[in-house]
């Protein structure tokens, strides 16, 4: 399994950016993601997650109302849409994927089995 996410940049408060996660294939249909974050000098978080076949999905509180998640099977590709940006957004973005076929969404690191490398979103106020 190969993930590469990507999409993270520099942008304003109150900006959009949208990430994407894309996937060798060799898992992907079949298996709930999730993404987390990790802020500089704080542990890595839990921001959103979706179910292998797209239509569940579940929001960290402090971006409830402000991201989406979605995925596209035939392309290999989980996103994450994030509005309304705020400076503590700031962080790096991963993705991951968890190995049990027909996954449910799950809000913990260890539950997960591959991670993408990450990427970086910066917010400025």
């Known amino acids: 399994v190969q993930l590469q996410a990507s999409g993270g940049g520099l942008v304003q408060a109150g900006g959009s950016l949208r990430l994407s996660c894309a996937d060798s294939g060799r898992f992907f249909g079949l298996h709930a993601m999730g993404w987390f974050r990790q802020a500089p000098g704080k542990e890595r978080e839990f921001v959103a997650g979706?179910?292998?076949?797209?239509?569940?999905?579940y929001y960290a509180d402090s971006v409830k109302g402000r991201f989406t998640t979605s995925r596209d099977n035939a392309n290999n590709t989980v996103y994450l849409q994030m509005n309304s940006l705020k400076p503590e957004d700031t962080a790096v973005y991963y993705c991951?994927?968890?190995?049990?076929?027909?996954?449910?969404?799950?809000?913990?690191?260890?539950?997960?089995?591959?991670w993408g490398q990450g990427t970086l979103v910066t917010v400025s106020s």
């Open positions: 991951a994927v968890r190995n049990q076929r027909w996954s449910t969404i799950e809000l913990r690191e260890k539950d997960y089995d591959y």
């Open positions: 979706i179910s292998w076949t797209g239509r569940s999905t």
